[in-house]
């Protein structure tokens, strides 16, 4: 069945409609060797190109797959456990082929979304710290941190493993001994964000990843359970990531 193109680059995970227009007013892109236009339509077998570089529409694209998954506590971040606890794999779907690869992992106290994918080149660029991908997370601590415990933890604390700082910290609005906080890092190390807090005296007694690059957990996911991205959304994620289509 024939699509516009547009929608088919994004279905495929290769750019956002937005960026695929862009892309064909710009004259980048081909099908069947001739010049596509806004209104271009594409059907199973059809050549698309990008600057004279073929582009996969077929398996190889749509092998690319992502879930948002919303992980519960006392889940494992591990393919098998020794202990016989629950792990984040055993919900998922069966991929079509390959496997699920997580990017990054969230400890076994820790809820909220976990991102896989069957593509590892993916998954990689998202973890590097050199793609700086943002992760934002709800936190609960014990105690409510002053002016002075947020400013070092924006400027750096030192570590046993190297200073780290978060991009941002902020107090949500509430009352009470106990404070909650939104805080932003861009690197994945291992407790970052528990040992951060507690190194300026304000031990985390929950924590929730909301948000990973431009993906957001859906308020309606359930723990336990997960959502497969659009094409777009995938498109998104490479684009924070710095992965070419």
Same mark, same amino acid.
Do not use: C
């Given at each position: 069945m024939a699509?516009?193109?547009?929608?088919a680059?994004?279905?495929a995970?290769l #750019?956002?409609?937005?960026?695929?227009?862009?892309?064909?007013a710009?004259g %980048? *892109?081909? $099908?069947? !060797?001739? /010049?596509?236009t806004?209104?271009?339509?594409v059907?199973?077998?059809?050549?698309?190109?990008?600057?004279?570089?073929?582009?996969?529409?077929?398996?190889?694209?749509?092998?690319?797959?992502?879930?948002?998954?919303h992980?519960?506590e006392?889940?494992?971040s591990?393919r098998?456990d020794?202990?016989g606890r629950?792990?984040?794999?055993?919900?998922?779907?069966a991929?079509d082929?390959?496997?699920?690869i997580?990017?990054g992992?969230l400890?076994?106290?820790?809820?909220?979304?976990?991102?896989?994918?069957?593509?590892?080149?993916l998954?990689? #660029?998202?973890m590097?710290?050199?793609?700086g991908v943002?992760r934002?997370? %709800? *936190?609960? $601590?014990? !105690?409510r /941190?002053?002016a002075?415990a947020?400013?070092?933890l924006?400027?750096g604390?030192p570590l046993?493993?190297?200073?780290?700082?978060?991009?941002?910290v902020?107090?949500l609005?509430?009352?009470?001994?106990?404070a909650?906080?939104?805080?932003?890092?861009?690197?994945?190390?291992?407790?970052?964000?528990?040992?951060?807090?507690?190194?300026?005296?304000?031990p985390?007694?929950r924590l929730?990843r909301?948000r990973?690059?431009?993906v957001?957990?859906?308020?309606d996911?359930k723990?336990?359970?997960?959502?497969?991205l659009s094409?777009e959304?995938? #498109?998104d994620l490479?684009r924070?990531?710095?992965?070419?289509?």
């Amino acid at each position: 069945m024939a699509e516009r193109l547009q929608k088919a680059l994004a279905r495929a995970g290769l #750019a956002s409609r937005r960026e695929a227009d862009r892309w064909v007013a710009a004259g %980048r *892109v081909t $099908v069947n !060797g001739e /010049p596509a236009t806004p209104g271009t339509k594409v059907a199973p077998g059809d050549r698309i190109a990008l600057d004279g570089r073929e582009l996969a529409l077929g398996s190889e694209a749509t092998g690319t797959r992502v879930l948002a998954y919303h992980k519960p506590e006392g889940e494992v971040s591990t393919r098998s456990d020794p202990q016989g606890r629950p792990t984040v794999f055993d919900r998922l779907p069966a991929p079509d082929g390959g496997r699920w690869i997580q990017v990054g992992r969230l400890d076994l106290t820790t809820s909220g979304l976990l991102l896989l994918t069957t593509d590892g080149d993916l998954a990689n #660029a998202l973890m590097h710290p050199s793609r700086g991908v943002a992760r934002e997370y %709800r *936190v609960r $601590v014990r !105690g409510r /941190p002053d002016a002075a415990a947020l400013q070092r933890l924006r400027h750096g604390v030192p570590l046993e493993d190297g200073p780290a700082h978060f991009d941002s910290v902020e107090t949500l609005p509430g009352r009470g001994a106990n404070a909650q906080l939104r805080v932003v890092l861009r690197e994945g190390r291992k407790r970052e964000v528990r040992r951060l807090l507690e190194a300026v005296g304000h031990p985390v007694s929950r924590l929730l990843r909301v948000r990973y690059g431009p993906v957001q957990l859906p308020r309606d996911l359930k723990p336990g359970h997960w959502r497969e991205l659009s094409g777009e959304e995938v #498109a998104d994620l490479r684009r924070a990531a710095g992965v070419g289509f």
